[in-house]
């Protein structure tokens, strides 16, 4: 297994995560359960964990990528790039989570609303990150690339 292997099975922890996390802490929210809270602020946290591995495993995933594989290398390129903002936003998320975390489970009172908070953070995280996946799709996936649209349409029952 190479870095290109790590990094693709680890991309979706930052994606994913979020989402679940977004869901979790709605039904915290709504239904003022601190369980469903804790839950999503774990999520956080574990999506935080992958997108390390993702983020550290990007660089070699793209030099192979960059050498073995006839891909664009702007594409590789915006994607690493863009990467950065994603990984920032998803650190923040998860270190707001560990502080949630904590707070819930220590029954700190703190006169912020932590939990609304951390819910912004995670949607701007999903935003970033979910745009970084984006891009790395069209890395190979050319059917996201402004190209696709000249080609033709499929056609299942020919052929």
Avoid at 40 to 62: D, H, K, N, P, R
Wanted: hydrophobic share 50%; with cysteine; net charge neutral.
């Amino acid at each position: 297994m190479n870095q290109a292997h790590i990094h693709l099975l680890s991309n979706h922890f930052p994606v994913i995560g979020p989402v679940m996390g977004l869901i979790a802490l709605a039904v915290g929210m709504a239904w003022k359960s601190a369980p469903a809270r804790l839950a999503a602020y774990l999520i956080f946290i574990v999506s935080g964990l992958g997108a390390i591995v993702a983020f550290t495993s990007g660089e070699g995933a793209e030099h192979i990528v960059k050498t073995g594989l006839t891909v664009s290398k702007e594409a590789v390129d915006r994607h690493g790039d863009f990467a950065d903002y994603g990984f920032a936003a998803i650190m923040a998320l998860a270190a707001a989570s560990v502080f949630g975390a904590l707070e819930s489970r220590i029954r700190i009172k703190v006169n912020w609303p932590w939990d609304r908070i951390v819910f912004i953070l995670a949607i701007i995280t999903l935003a970033l990150c979910g745009w970084t996946a984006y891009l790395g799709g069209k890395i190979r996936h050319t059917e996201f690339n402004d190209s696709a649209s000249s080609l033709p349409p499929c056609n299942p029952s020919a052929g």
